[in-house]
C-alpha cells in the first residue's frame, strides 16, 4: 500500500481482556517503530524492530506488552489482562533504513479504550 | 525526565499572521530535529526536519530555527492559513545512546482564525 496500515482503527476492550493490534508498514521498509499516545500527549516511544530483529523494547511499560515482526513486514502488538492506563492510540512508523535520523512515516493509529 | 520541552500548549493566530513554537532539550546526544503535524483522528507527518550544523532551514511557509548553544530550535509558520490549523509536534533523536525512537515534545494546539 501506499502508506503505514493499522488495524483495528478503534477497538474498545474489557478489562482483563487481551488485544491484538496490526501495523502494516510501507512495502520494504526495514524499521518499523511503535508508539503510544496518550489524550493530549505527544507520542512515547514503545519498541523498535529493523527487519524481523526487536532490538529496543525500553518502552514497552510493563511485561503485559509483547510486539512481534517475524517475517520482516507486518507487526502485532499484544497487550495482556488490559488495565484502564493502557487506554491510549497506538502509532505504528516505519523508515526506510535504519532508524536514526530517518524519516518515519506514521500511520493513522489504533484507538484502544479499556472499559 | 522530559526530555524536549514544548511551548506554548496552545496557540490562536490570525490569518496571514506568524506562527512561533519552541522547543528546548538538554541531552547533548540529540542531533536530528524533526517537526510532525497532526490532524485529529490522524497519525503525525512529516513537515520539516533540521540538523544542528546548520542555524535555519526554510521549505515553503514553514522555518525551523536552530540554536545549539542555547539548546532551542523554533518552528516559524508565515503568513499562517486555517488550513494550518492543527497540532504541532517537536521531537528530536540521539545520534547515540539511548532508546531508537523518537523523544517528542507534549505538543502545540495551533487555532488559526479566519
Known amino acids: 500500500g501506499a502508506g503505514v496500515s493499522q488495524s483495528p482503527r478503534y477497538k474498545v476492550a474489557k478489562r482483563g481482556q487481551d488485544v491484538a493490534l496490526r501495523c502494516d508498514p510501507i512495502s520494504g521498509h526495514v524499521s518499523l517503530f511503535w508508539y503510544q499516545q496518550a489524550l493530549g500527549q505527544g507520542p512515547e516511544f514503545l519498541t523498535y524492530f529493523q527487519n524481523e530483529a526487536q532490538l529496543d523494547k525500553s518502552g514497552l511499560p510493563s511485561d503485559r506488552f509483547f510486539a512481534e515482526r517475524p517475517e520482516g513486514s507486518v507487526s502485532t502488538l499484544k497487550i495482556q489482562r488490559t488495565q484502564q492506563e493502557d487506554s491510549a492510540v497506538y502509532l505504528c512508523?516505519?523508515?526506510?533504513?535504519?532508524?536514526?535520523?530517518?524519516?518515519?512515516?506514521f500511520g493513522q493509529g489504533t484507538r484502544l479504550t479499556v472499559v | 525526565q522530559q526530555q524536549v520541552k514544548q511551548s506554548p500548549q496552545s496557540l490562536i493566530v490570525q490569518k496571514g499572521g506568524i506562527s512561533i513554537i519552541n522547543c528546548a532539550y538538554e541531552n547533548t546526544a540529540f542531533d536530528y530535529f524533526p517537526w510532525y503535524q497532526q490532524f485529529p483522528g490522524k497519525g503525525p507527518a512529516l513537515l520539516i526536519a533540521i540538523r544542528p550544523d546548520v542555524s535555519e532551514k526554510k521549505e515553503g511557509r514553514f522555518t525551523i530555527s536552530f540554536n545549539k548553544s542555547a539548546k532551542q530550535f523554533s518552528l516559524h509558520i508565515m503568513d499562517s492559513q486555517p488550513g494550518d490549523s492543527a497540532t504541532y509536534f517537536c521531537a528530536a533523536w540521539p545520534a547515540w545512546g539511548g532508546a531508537d525512537g523518537l523523544t517528542f515534545g507534549k505538543g502545540t494546539h495551533l487555532i488559526i482564525h479566519p
Open positions: 512508523a516505519s523508515s526506510f533504513r535504519t532508524p536514526r535520523g530517518t524519516e518515519a512515516f
